[in-house]
């Protein structure tokens, strides 16, 4: 029987002793509908509704992800939260955003995905307001995803070596940023209206790469 841990300070439930069969079911429930977002790792099961403050830091970390590659002139596909599952590791999970950047050539136009054919996306970003949920890395980790910002007080860029991830001030994904700038665009956000934090981004990330 399942065992039902509740966080409610974050909109969380997690329950363990859960079926694979059991989280495909829900998966198949909720169909496409961005809330909840479910996590799975071998019996865990991780239901969380995302509060305003989160999605408003996921969005801004998107935001800023995509104007960069709108400067640079860099193709890219923003995935959002998209299930991403293994069936075989009895894995899954649906970030806060997900991005194909490098690898987005070989997913374009595909309505799904298929995890044991199709490359995991370049760039996650996850949102962790609370500190009391599932640690997601082994998932991303089982997928083979290279690079994952997490936001809980700062911003963190990881990406993965071998089969653990590791600390990196700079991303490797959107070379010209790292976990300074990132935490800077974040700050200007919170003093400033949405017009204009968006024309002082585009001017700093222009500064940016012109030097």
């Known amino acids: 029987m399942p065992v039902v841990t509740r966080q409610p300070s974050s909109g969380r439930v997690i329950m363990r002793n859960v079926s694979w069969e059991t989280y495909e079911k829900l998966l198949h429930d909720l169909g496409t509908r961005s809330s909840p977002r479910l996590a799975y790792d071998r019996g865990i099961l991780e239901i969380m509704s995302p509060h305003l403050e989160h999605e408003e830091a996921n969005r801004v970390l998107a935001s800023i992800v995509e104007l960069v590659l709108e400067e640079i002139g ?44 199709d490359p995991p996306p370049d760039l996650l970003i996850e949102v962790d307001l609370s500190s009391d949920s599932l640690n997601k890395f082994p998932l991303y980790a089982s997928l083979g995803v290279p690079e994952v910002w997490r936001y809980a007080e ?23 940023l790292n976990e300074t700038i990132l935490t800077q665009f974040m700050e200007s956000y919170a003093s400033l209206k949405r017009p204009e934090w968006l024309q002082q981004a585009r001017h700093r990330i222009r500064s940016l790469i012109r030097h």
Request: proline residues 3%; negative net charge; glycine residues 4%.
């Open 154 to 176: 700062n911003i963190e860029v990881w990406v993965l070596r071998n089969v653990q991830y590791v600390r990196n001030s700079s991303s490797l994904a959107v070379p010209i």
């Open 74 to 117: 860099s193709d890219f596909l923003n995935a959002g939260s998209t299930t991403f599952r293994d069936d075989e590791q009895e894995r899954g999970f649906e970030p806060d955003s997900s991005f194909y950047i490098q690898n987005v050539d070989r997913v374009r136009g595909k309505k799904r995905l298929d995890m044991s054919l």
